[in-house]
């Protein structure tokens, strides 16, 4: 007879790529999950597999984290069940790929409100009841790319630094609590997010991408150990030392190189 587990992960973006990878750590160390997407479809066959695989509870919940009321009403739902929420991961993202000046900007707010406001929301709502509770864990899935300007991803790049910030500002007032907060910095990474950016064409898809699993685990165990952050990689941990010891103008202009469409044939 397995263990039934009383805590419950709420992971938002967790039917595909490193959310889906980090439902499955979860799932194997035995917690319950609360998991959020936009397709019910893909969160009943995530709920079903993890729930058989694991004998954990799944409880799925369809939103679109496009809508500025809907982490409130997340929120609010997970309440009403009765849920007490005790690791909160904010990881469902998107990007918009192209010259700022061409890109559409009812995507880039749509982005800023999903990459931004809602992370915001979410800690928010939820940390006031893990304060209560006296008691938490809070992984928010930032990038490499919040290190570094990046043309052709201007406002993504610009959202993802948000969220370190945001996150080690937090970590910071959080000291003297029994309450963490974590960052993840994943690099390029093999998921759905470069064609959903619809960034096919750029040259950065010519480099390594890197597992989804492997990101996942190192979130997870940064997380259970309560580190201020985690770039997953050597090579990206080497790229962010190089970076911060290079003038921003000079990693702009090297990541318009890296991140510009592919010569056509
Ligand atoms: N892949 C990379 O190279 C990379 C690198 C660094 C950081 N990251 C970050 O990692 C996180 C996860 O991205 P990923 O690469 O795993 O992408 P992905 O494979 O495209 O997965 C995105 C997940 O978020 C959900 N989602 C997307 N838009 C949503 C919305 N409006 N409302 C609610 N859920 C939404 C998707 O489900 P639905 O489409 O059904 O809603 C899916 O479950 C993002 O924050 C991303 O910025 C990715």
Redesign the pocket.
């Known amino acids: 007879m397995t263990l039934q587990s009383s805590q419950y992960v709420l992971i938002?973006?967790?039917?595909?790529?490193?959310?889906?990878e980090l439902a499955k750590v979860f799932a194997a160390h035995n917690y319950n999950l609360v998991i959020?997407?936009?397709?019910a479809s893909?969160l009943a066959v995530v709920a079903r597999e993890l729930s058989q695989q694991y004998g954990i509870e799944v409880i799925a919940i369809e939103?679109?984290?496009?809508n500025v009321q809907s982490p409130f009403e997340l929120h609010k739902e997970v309440l009403s069940r009765g849920i007490k929420i005790d690791i909160l991961v904010n990881?469902?993202?998107?990007?918009v790929y192209g010259k700022f000046v061409d890109t559409d900007l009812r995507a880039e707010l749509d982005i800023i409100q999903?990459?931004v406001n809602a992370y915001v929301v979410l800690t928010k709502l939820f940390l006031r009841d893990m304060v209560n509770n006296q008691g938490g864990k809070i992984l928010n899935?930032a990038?490499?790319?919040g290190k570094v300007p990046g043309p052709f991803q201007s406002v993504y790049h610009g959202t993802?630094a948000f969220v370190h910030s945001f996150t080690e500002a937090i970590r910071a007032e959080l000291a003297d609590t029994n309450i963490t907060i974590t960052s993840l910095l994943?690099?390029?990474?093999n998921?759905?997010?470069?064609n959903?950016a619809k960034m096919q064409d750029s040259k950065i898809l010519e480099h390594h991408?890197a597992d989804?699993a492997t990101v996942a685990a190192d979130g997870f165990n940064a997380l259970m150990k309560g580190d201020d952050m985690m770039i997953s990689g050597l090579k990206n941990k080497a790229q962010v030392a190089m970076s911060n010891i290079t003038p921003d103008r000079k990693v702009a202009r090297q990541m318009l190189d890296q991140q510009e469409p592919k010569a056509a044939d």
């Open positions: 938002t973006g967790a039917t595909s790529g490193i959310g889906h959020v997407a936009r397709s893909d939103k679109d984290l496009f990881n469902a993202g998107q990007g999903l990459n899935v990038s490499i790319a993802k994943p690099g390029p990474t998921t759905d997010f470069f959903k991408l989804a």
